[in-house]
């Protein structure tokens, strides 16, 4: 449900946040069933941290299976 959905991005946001330190929205997204999550690099953003966003996304996501 919408309810459930909106709670599964909450707590893969704060889990990025609190235990990464990783500040990124997910957000619904109108054409899919699935959560997304936004990655909007810029200049001062290095590979590395984009790399670190996405091992702590396969861990936490693994976890949830």
């Known amino acids: 449900t919408a309810s ?3 709670q599964s991005r909450r ?3 704060e889990a990025l946040y609190r235990r990464y ?4 929205p997910v957000i619904p997204w109108p ?3 699935d959560e997304l999550v936004r ?3 810029h200049l001062y953003n290095s590979l ?4 670190y966003l996405a ?7 693994s976890e949830r299976r």
């Not at 590395?48 to 790399?51: G, L, P």
């Not at 091992?55 to 996501?61: D, G, I, Q, S, Y």
């Open 4 to 6: 459930e959905s909106s």
């Open 11 to 13: 707590e893969i946001q």
């Open 39 to 41: 990655v909007s690099t």
């Open 31 to 33: 054409s899919s069933r």
């Open 55 to 61: 091992e702590a996304l396969v861990e936490l996501l």
């Open 48 to 51: 590395e941290q984009v790399r």
């Open 21 to 24: 330190r990783i500040e990124v």
